[in-house]
């Protein structure tokens, strides 16, 4: 299967860090942001993948030429302009080919296995379900969550009457999309290419036609939205690498 690395946010939170360096370049624990996923995506044997960019793309390009030296080969969609989510993975489709594919965004960090992205994919095909997303617990800057999972899958509300889900009994909280997802390329096709297409609206159309599997993961996962939380991360990688 093939991943998507997003790498196009202008990362105006991070600024001014972001000003002369675009977002997945940012280190942390001594490597780029999006060599962290690189790595990971290797180890499970995905080595296709497709990193579009927009904000100083070109050092993107540079720092991680054709991928050769991470062992994966790597192919780029320069937007110029960030299309936002989905309307970069639609101007990234004819890279990314007719089956279900990873989606993951560069500016977080996660220690989601991702052996597990081809399984998920597979299920997906078969389903006919347009897209699996991975889901964490709320961190303390969104609180509310995005999304109701029960049952392995995404609802809508109201919620089911008498299911279960992430919450136990009853009406369960909402948890917060990963940034890690698997997509059909069916999804995307109605966008028109280099067009501005934000992707929630588009899942919550699937999950209301009860289209959207998903899953809970409960390990580490950060969002590295600001300065302050990428100090965090980097200290936190620093000392479990050097703990014994």
């Known amino acids: 299967m093939k991943a998507m690395l997003l790498a196009a946010g202008r990362g105006e939170r991070m600024r001014p860090l972001t000003d002369h360096t675009p977002k997945p370049l940012l280190e942390v624990g001594g490597k780029p942001l999006i060599v962290w996923h690189i790595e990971k995506l290797v180890r499970a044997g995905i080595t296709e993948l497709v990193i579009n960019h927009a904000h100083l793309g070109a050092q993107i390009e540079t720092t991680l030429g054709d991928g050769s030296r991470f062992g994966v080969s790597i192919r780029y969609s320069d937007e110029g302009t960030a299309l936002e989510t989905a309307g970069g993975i639609a101007h990234a489709l004819p890279l990314l080919g007719d089956e279900p594919f990873a989606v993951i965004n560069s500016d977080i960090y996660c220690d989601y296995d991702f052996t597990h992205l081809a399984d998920r994919a597979a299920a997906l095909q078969s389903s006919g379900d347009a897209a699996h997303l991975v889901l964490v617990n709320n961190p303390p800057h969104h609180p509310n969550g995005d999304f109701l999972l029960s049952n392995g899958r995404i609802v809508s509300l109201p919620y089911p009457a008498g299911g279960r889900g992430a919450g136990g009994e009853g009406m ?40 959207v599997s998903g899953e809970h993961h409960r390990g580490l996962w950060v969002d590295v939205g600001t300065p302050e939380r990428l100090a965090e991360l980097d200290k936190l990688i620093r000392s479990s690498h050097n703990a014994p």
């Open 172 to 211: 369960p909280t909402k948890l917060t999309f990963s940034g890690i997802g698997i997509y059909q390329p069916s999804l995307f096709s109605q966008i028109p290419r280099g067009s501005i297409a934000p992707l929630a609206p588009l899942l919550r159309a699937q999950i209301a036609l009860g289209k």
